[in-house]
């Protein structure tokens, strides 16, 4: 008697994150850990209950609709049986995966003078121990009890009036939550931060854009580095081979006047590769020297391994805004391959270094220059997928060019500083798909193809599945193996995020955001 | 950072501290001038006079009827039109808000036409109603003209109707069809997603298809409308274009 009640005290209802368990998420597919799923980047479930036999059953189960009318861009943790979600603008709310209700809120009250360029939006929240981690558009992390929603801390990364803000879902890594910030139209200086999860005090930065007398700092014109942006707004990936956190960078400041930052602007538009214990920087590679187009790197770095000229090689992939598919050696973060996936005219190609060899007459001006791919990019934050089943990787895809003007750049804090603008082409045909690639070579399978660009990242399943959702409100599964499209749902709502997979009662189920409202699909 | 182009929340800290426009003089109605040949001509023309955009050369415009709301329109765009957001510093938003003033204060010719007998042309000879309603006369083909004295200059209906195909809005594409069932339409594309298309035929009644249902599905940016060249009189033309260019959404 007294050796069971031991046991039952040593099982509580509410089992701990782990951190071995988020390293381990493959072997409980039941559950959706971290942002992508696993470490990886690679938003895959190895779930098959569901597959491309009786997809066609799909049904929607029960829907959450959000409480504000900001684009819903929230990417759902599952664990034990319990959902988290971040809702816009900085709120939590853990729902009951059986019956779709709430069984705590949080709710944060905000200024109403918050510095967001593109909407007052979240992209997810952290797990780890008994805690749930969300970044604040009022530039704090917050940590939450798992159980009832109480703040345990909360913890102030940087000032939101002077431009920063926090969009990005965490990564628990080991004992540490790492978090960036947003605020690119706004001339911060980016950063990306590690704090005990313990206790919020913080344990690392990195400062995205070297201060003066460290390696870089001559990158920037001038003083125009303590206002160059590359803020780190979309979650990383991490390795604990290698133990590198990979993490993208956005766009230098201001976005699309180039003269007042002459100079290749480090580390804007890079991947960086940062020792996970200490933010030391290992490596870095940038696809977009002095960028003018505003193509942030804040793509999720996909890390997968393929034979390279008959080596094994642990490598990162990375569908750039830019319009290229890049490979590197995740390592070393030697460029292995690079090469167009979407319409592209700012650059003649890419030398053996991976740098971009542009077309001259491409950066904006007074009157307005046409280059492809558009402002919002050939992809954006949304996520890729990473299939082990199909060795194929999945990236939805925009195909789009922009009109780009240069305009005034004249820096005051708390301000927007963006030196330009962009419009639409006139009459020009814009379109999306997703499209299959062999990860190791960047050359497509398949295509399907999309009315309007995406704004969705997507899943892929072991159930030979590949989930998405369009801009014109359809939630729709595809063969993962060929593209044909199997089955679809009007969910009423542009999707603006990603989905996921897990299992409730031992049922399995697929939970994406369409519009306000989140939904939750299983087998009729 | 920026990820989506079309919208933008009023945010107060974007907005300007004073409500009258401090950036008039020459200089920037100059600057203004260059900004608005990028920005803005491509739609409102090069003299700000219409096009697919709104007729600026007016006295008074009514999205616009103080200096803080001239601002706002360029600043955000005027949301379920085609009017976007500008990307601009305070400072340029002014200059161009100074420049579009200017615009207004321009002398223009009478028009040299006789409305009455455009009114009459529009329900006769010309035939405008069969496909245009005008304040709830008329068809429902083409888009309304209730108020497109409003939205358009007399220059541009002018162009548009010696030259209907010159350009076609995305709202009123034309579509031919055939379904697997062996039925042909055509029509005007309402709406379209990766499975769908919506289309409203010659009598004004919509119809939605699968795609996978269509076998022939072609898309083009040819008008119904015909060209009046040749069909009316110079006087005609012009008694017409008088007629459009004070239909302002109010009789």
């Known amino acids: 008697m007294k050796l069971l009640i031991v046991c039952l005290a040593a099982v509580p209802l509410f089992a701990q994150v782990t951190y071995e368990r988020i390293l381990k998420s493959s072997s409980e597919p039941g559950n959706w850990l971290t942002y992508s799923g696993n470490y990886a980047g690679h938003r895959f479930s190895p779930l098959d209950q569901i597959n491309d036999r009786n997809v066609q059953r799909l049904r929607p189960v029960w829907a959450y609709q959000a409480s504000s009318l900001q684009k819903f861009e929230t990417t759902p943790l599952v664990i034990d049986g319990i959902m988290y979600i971040s809702e816009p603008p900085s709120n939590v709310t853990a729902l009951d995966t059986r019956t779709g209700r709430p069984l705590w809120k949080y709710r944060r009250r905000l200024p109403d003078d918050l510095r967001v360029c593109c909407g007052q939006v979240n992209r997810g929240v952290a797990a780890l121990g008994d805690l749930i981690y969300l970044g604040t558009l009022d530039g704090y992390l917050v940590a939450l009890n798992a159980k009832t929603g109480a703040v345990h801390w909360e913890t102030k990364v940087a000032n939101y009036k002077g431009g920063y803000s926090i969009t990005v879902a965490p990564l628990a890594v080991k004992d540490k939550i790492v978090i960036g910030v947003a605020g690119g139209e706004y001339g911060v200086r980016g950063l990306l931060d590690a704090y005990d999860a ?14 003066p007398g460290e390696p870089g700092n001559e990158t920037w014109q001038g003083d125009s580095w303590k206002t160059g942006s590359a803020t780190t707004w979309v979650t990383g990936s991490y390795d604990s081979e290698t133990n590198l956190i990979y993490w993208g960078t956005g766009n230098p400041g201001p976005d699309w006047n180039g003269d007042v930052r002459a100079g290749d602007n480090l580390y804007a538009d890079c991947i960086l ?17 002095h960028d003018v187009h505003d193509w942030d790197a804040t793509q999720v770095p996909v890390l997968f391994e393929a034979e390279i000229r008959g080596a094994k090689r642990k490598l990162v992939a990375f569908p750039n805004r830019n319009a290229f598919y890049y490979v590197l050696d995740r390592t070393t973060g030697q460029f ?5 996936y979407a319409k592209q005219t700012w650059a003649k190609g890419l030398d053996d270094s991976g740098k971009p060899m542009r077309v001259p007459g491409t950066f904006p001006t007074m009157e307005g220059v046409k280059v492809w791919p558009a402002v919002a990019g050939a992809n954006n934050w949304y996520s890729p997928s990473y299939s082990p089943r199909t060795s194929l990787l999945y990236v939805a895809v925009r195909e789009a060019g922009s009109t780009y003007y240069i305009g005034d750049a004249e820096f005051k804090e708390g301000e927007r500083f963006d030196g330009g603008g962009f419009r639409d082409v006139p009459g020009e045909e814009e379109y999306g798909a997703v499209r299959a690639f062999n990860p190791a070579t960047g050359e497509m399978k398949w295509e399907h193809r999309l009315f309007s660009p995406p704004w969705a990242g997507v899943l892929s399943t072991a159930g030979n599945l590949v989930f998405h959702g369009t801009h014109e409100g359809q939630f729709y599964a595809l063969d993962a193996t060929t593209g044909k499209p199997l089955w679809r749902y009007q969910a009423g709502g542009a999707a603006y995020s990603n989905p996921i997979s897990f299992l409730s009662d031992g049922k399995q189920y697929v939970a994406m955001t369409m519009g306000n409202s989140l939904y939750v699909f299983g087998l009729e | ?93 002014w200059q161009v808000a100074a420049f579009v003033r200017r615009l207004g204060q321009v002398e223009r010719a009478a028009l040299p036409g006789d409305p009455e007998r455009g009114r009459q042309l529009a329900r006769g000879k010309a035939g405008c109603l069969q496909c245009h309603a005008i304040a709830g006369e008329g068809g429902h083909i083409g888009p309304p003209l209730t108020d497109i004295g409003k939205k358009r200059s007399a220059a541009w209906l002018r162009a548009k109707l010696l030259d209907a195909a010159a350009e076609v809005a995305d709202e009123f594409r034309t579509v031919q069809l055939t379904t697997r069932a062996g039925q042909k339409l055509s029509g005007v594309r309402v709406n379209e997603d990766t499975w769908s298309i919506q289309v409203r035929d010659a009598g004004g009644k919509p119809h939605s298809f699968w795609k996978a249902d269509v076998t022939n599905l072609k898309l083009d940016r040819a008008t119904l409308m015909p060209s009046y060249r040749g069909r009316l009189s110079d006087t005609e033309l012009n008694d017409i274009v008088a007629y459009l260019a004070g239909l302002r959404g109010d009789q």
């Open chain 1, 273 to 289: 590769a940062l020792d996970a214990d200490t933010g030391k920087l290992k490596w870095y590679f940038q696809f977009t020297p």
């Open chain 2, 1 to 93: 950072m920026l990820w989506f182009p079309a919208l933008l929340l009023l945010q107060a800290v974007d907005m300007p501290a004073v409500g009258k426009n401090p950036h008039t003089t020459q200089a920037d109605i100059a600057q203004g001038r260059k900004l608005f040949l990028g920005r803005c001509a491509g739609c409102h023309g090069p003299g700000g006079d219409g096009g697919k955009g709104a007729n600026l050369a007016t006295a008074t415009l009514s999205r616009a009827t103080d200096d803080l709301s001239l601002y706002r329109v360029i600043r955000y765009g005027i949301p379920d039109t085609e009017m976007p957001r500008h990307l601009m510093s305070e400072r340029e938003v």
């Open chain 1, 198 to 211: 313990k206790t919020g005090r913080q344990a690392w930065r990195f400062w995205t854009i070297p201060g």
């Open chain 1, 336 to 340: 292995i391959l690079g090469k167009p």
